[in-house]
């Protein structure tokens, strides 16, 4: 499966880190072009350059997603690595969110059963869980 990752950036964290040890191949579109916390062979562009992807896209955050979902993708993931939505700020708008995770267009992925569950009872969908960014499991299910 051929699949495109969209991130804000690939600064020093976990979620980066992640991504970029990961073995299996992924195109990565970061929205920030800055430094890259761990050396990769991977293939990373901005976040306009997705849109002439082929494959299936994945977000990794709720800007992310909102850009993805007119893309003309195979399918559109959404991994819900942090639940930014909780630390508030006037660009986080409770209805808006909720919307966003509602979207059928959007296939939800939880990096933990905790975070799934947590989702669940936030939007009524159920996700799936795939910790650490082993995407190569979504060719699986």
């Given at each position: ?37 761990y ?10 350059d ?22 003309p ?10 639940l ?49 960014f082993?995407y ?6």
């Amino acid at each position: 499966m051929k699949l495109g990752i969209l991130v804000d950036n690939l600064a020093a964290s976990q979620k980066s880190f992640a991504l970029l040890s990961n073995p299996n191949p992924a195109t990565i579109f970061v929205k920030e072009i800055g430094p890259i916390c761990y050396p990769s062979s991977k293939m990373i562009s901005c976040w306009h350059d997705a849109w002439s992807f082929s494959g299936s896209i994945m977000a990794t955050s709720l800007d992310s997603a909102r850009f993805i979902l007119d893309m003309p993708a195979d399918k559109l993931y959404y991994y819900i690595w942090d639940l930014e939505w909780l630390r508030g700020g006037i660009t986080q708008n409770y209805i808006a969110t909720l919307m966003l995770l509602q979207n059928e267009k959007l296939n939800l992925i939880t990096r933990s059963t905790s975070h799934s569950q947590m989702i669940e009872n936030y939007c009524n969908r159920p996700s799936l869980v795939i910790e650490n960014f082993e995407y190569e499991k979504l060719q699986y299910n």
